[in-house]
């Protein structure tokens, strides 16, 4: 499941930036994707993930009410809807997929796009 990640940037803080996964295959109907990120200096950690084929989200509780999770059926692409950007969202951000259902559960991921640098600061 070959997956790319786009639309990184540099934000001020406050600022929404979406981040795009296209998804290769068609075999994906049957996982699960997920967003991950890696500051400097730390451990990469889960961010959020949806169940392609019913839509369930997940989030991590540093996020949840600012970014959201989605998917488009038709084009194959995954995307993360970040709003209220603060400076310690700062990181790379990658897709991320694995076979299943377990959403909520970020262990498991087998495939990874490259990262995209999300950098938010004034």
């Known amino acids: 499941v070959p997956l790319a990640a786009f639309w990184g940037g540099l934000v001020q803080p406050g600022g929404s930036l979406r981040l795009s996964c296209a998804v290769s295959?068609?075999?994906?109907?049957?996982?699960?994707m997920g967003w991950f990120r890696q500051a400097p200096g730390k451990e990469r950690e889960f961010v959020a993930g949806?169940?392609?084929?019913?839509?369930?989200?997940y989030y991590a509780d540093s996020v949840k009410g600012r970014f959201t999770i989605s998917r488009d059926n038709a084009k194959n692409t995954m995307y993360l809807q970040m709003n209220g950007l603060k400076p310690e969202d700062t990181a790379v951000y990658y897709c991320?997929?694995?076979?299943?259902?377990?959403?909520?559960?970020?262990?498991?991921?087998?495939?990874w796009g490259q990262g995209t640098q999300v950098t938010v600061s004034s």
């Open positions: 949806i169940v392609w084929s019913g839509g369930s989200t």
């Open positions: 991320a997929a694995k076979p299943g259902n377990s959403g909520g559960d970020p262990r498991g991921y087998i495939y």
């Open positions: 295959g068609s075999a994906f109907s049957n996982y699960v």
